[in-house]
Structures are given as C-alpha cells and as structure tokens.
C-alpha cells in the first residue's frame, strides 16, 4: 500500500515533435531540361531515395533548418550538447534523435505525396496562394551564406511546402476515412469529493506510521459524526449536499487529506480498489456515500459529476490523438511497402553525405 500517494497523479511527457505540424507534406513536381553537368552534380547530392523520389542534400537542408530554428528558438544555441531518454532506449544525443527524425518526417511526407498523386488529390487555387506566402516568407529569412551553405533554392522551397501541404491532405484523408471516434464511456473523467479520515501518520521524513486501534476507532467514530451532520444539516434554509459541506467538514474535523479530486474508472480500482469504484458508480452527482472503509483509512465520497464534462472532453482528445497516431502508423507502414519496401534509416541513408549537416 503506497499511503503517500493515495491521490491521482499524472504523468506526462511525450515526445516533443521535429516539425511544427504533425507532418507536413509534398507534391513534388520533377524537373525537366537540366543539362547534363546539372543532373551529374544533383545525383552526387542525393543524401537517399524513397520508391522513385530522389532526396538531396539541399532538400533535407530546408527541414534541418526549420528543426534548427525550432529548437533553438525554445531551448537556445547550447540544445546540441543534450540527450534525450526515448522509450524503450538508452540515453540519446538530441542531434542524433532529431537526424534520425528529419529523414522519417521526409519519408513520411513522400509517401503521402505519391499517395495523394495516385488517388488524384490536388491543390486548391486557394492553397497554392498559400504555399506561395510562406514560400516567400521562408525565403526572405534566408541569408547569403546560409543560401551557400545549404544551397536551398526559391523553387527548392516552393516545391516542398508543396508536397508538405499535399501530404497533409493526404494524411486528413486517411484519418477522415478510417471513421475514428471516442466515447463518453472510454475517456470518462470523474469528479468526486473525498472527505478522508486517515488511518495513520506521516512524518516529516516520509514514515508511515499505523494508528493504533484505539485511534482508529476514535476515527471512525468522527467520520460517523460527520456523516450524521450531513443528514441532519444545523444550517437553516439548506437544501441538499454540496462540495461547501464537505470543506466545512474538512476544516472542523481538520482532515488535511481531504480534497476534489479528478480520477479515471481505472485511476479509482488503482486507488482504491474495485469494490469502492463499484460504490462510487452507484451515486447520483450531487450525491454522497455511506462511510467506509478502504485501506488508508475512512472516506465519505461525494460525488460532482459521474462524468466530468471538461475533463472528459479533454481526455477524448488526447484519446483520439492516440488513436490516430496508432492508425496511422499502421497505414504508414503499408505505404512504406507499397512504394519503398526494404527502406531502413540505417542501409538506405548515405551517411557521408548526410553528416556534412551539423547542428552545433
């Protein structure tokens, strides 16, 4: 029984994106009459190829560079030096984490291009109108040296908001298609008032030390009281319970303990067991408990809501991102197969070439 943690806590803590949107995503539009000299130099720039898309080197340089800014805009110039703990691994250097990103984002984006090709979808008038302004907008930060350095070009990056906002079209589709939806009951949030009389002590060192029988007794007697003053209200004029009653109670008893909590139906049985969370799903909002007894000690619950609105809904969202993703995930992997099976970051990157962009 872990006493001092009786409350919910959440955790969170997800991995933070490379790029801005989900995925943004091209349409890309191959070019014709380079000369000889030109196609020579662009096949010694190709860092690797996804089905029949060629990526090169100035190419993964525009996604470099908007990861580059995006981080060091949030975390400053010195992010480079960091690791980073990803699930199920070791201790990553942030660099080599987000190298590896930026070639999965453009695969991503890619396959979803080639997608969207093969099924006809195009942009709007109003969207290229779109893809213009930021295509301008990118360029008009881009410096001399950096133009150099990188050696991305006006059309470079008008190509590639392009395939970027195809490939989001193409995304919205395969989600849209797939019908995905969650439930009140699947992503139910609780509100509940637990006035709690504790079963025993914590020092200021962290000890748990259990009341005797004798005290917890006299405990059980006070939360009996208690629950007499909620049926026999001194207050005239009050009509029915409300979370005002179980504060007073609180301070009069002085049951620090006690507070408005938010749990799951699965946060509850961890807490406080299944017979308690059978209990609590018996009330009515509005209503409240008999006293009883779990393993911390004793507990009158008033319920606030059965199903917290704004909770619930935040948690349908976070839900249906967590399905999305897992969906897509699934149909990313059949796309990777229908038109590049066999690419591995590892095998299918040159990484000599990948290696001349650096982050410090």
């Not at 955790?11 to 890309?28: C, F, P, Q, S």
């Not at 709690?196 to 060192?205: I, L």
């Not at 969906?327 to 990948?354: C, H, I, Q, R, W």
Request: glycine share 4%.
């Amino acid at each position: 029984m872990d006493y001092k943690n009786k409350n919910k806590t959440k955790k969170a803590g997800k991995r933070l994106g490379v790029l801005a949107v989900m995925i943004l995503t091209l349409m890309l539009c191959a070019a014709c009459g380079k000369k000889k000299a030109e196609e020579e130099k662009a096949s010694k720039d190709i860092v690797f190829t996804v089905g029949d898309e060629q990526v090169s080197l100035p190419e993964v340089n525009i996604y470099a560079e908007i990861v580059r800014e995006h981080y060091e805009n949030a975390y400053g110039n010195g992010v480079w030096s960091l690791s980073v703990y990803v699930e199920d691994m070791d201790e990553v250097p942030l660099e080599e984490m987000t190298r590896q990103d930026i070639i999965n984002d453009i695969v991503q984006v890619k396959l979803l291009k080639m997608e969207a090709e093969e099924r006809a979808i195009t942009l709007t008038e109003e969207e290229e109108q779109e893809i213009a302004t930021e295509s301008a907008r990118f360029w008009k930060y881009m410096t001399d040296d950096e133009m150099e350095r990188t050696g991305i070009t006006e059309d470079l990056v008008n190509r590639v908001m392009r395939e970027n906002l195809l490939a989001k079209k193409m995304y919205d589709k395969i989600i849209q298609d797939a019908g995905l939806t969650v439930s009140d009951e699947e992503a139910r949030e609780t509100r509940f008032y637990d006035l709690f009389f504790p079963g025993a002590t914590v020092n200021e060192d962290g000890t748990v030390t259990p009341l005797s029988d004798e005290q917890v007794e006299s405990i059980h007697q006070k939360a009996i009281d208690a629950y007499d003053s909620l049926l026999n209200p001194t207050e005239e004029g009050s009509s029915g319970v409300h979370v005002s009653d179980m504060e007073r109670l609180k301070k009069t008893y002085q049951l620090d303990l006690s507070e408005e909590v938010v749990m799951t139906p699965e946060e509850i049985t961890n807490t406080y067991g299944s017979e308690i969370h059978d209990m609590l799903y018996k009330l009515e909002d509005g209503s409240y408990s008999l006293v009883t007894q779990s393993a911390y000690g004793y507990h009158i619950f008033y319920m606030i809501a059965l199903t917290d609105r704004e909770t619930t809904d935040s948690r349908k969202e976070v839900i249906l991102k967590e399905k999305r993703q897992a969906y897509f995930e699934t149909e990313k992997e059949k796309l990777l197969e229908k038109y590049a099976p066999g690419f591995k970051y590892e095998n299918s990157v040159n990484m000599d070439l990948y290696n001349e962009i650096t982050f410090e």
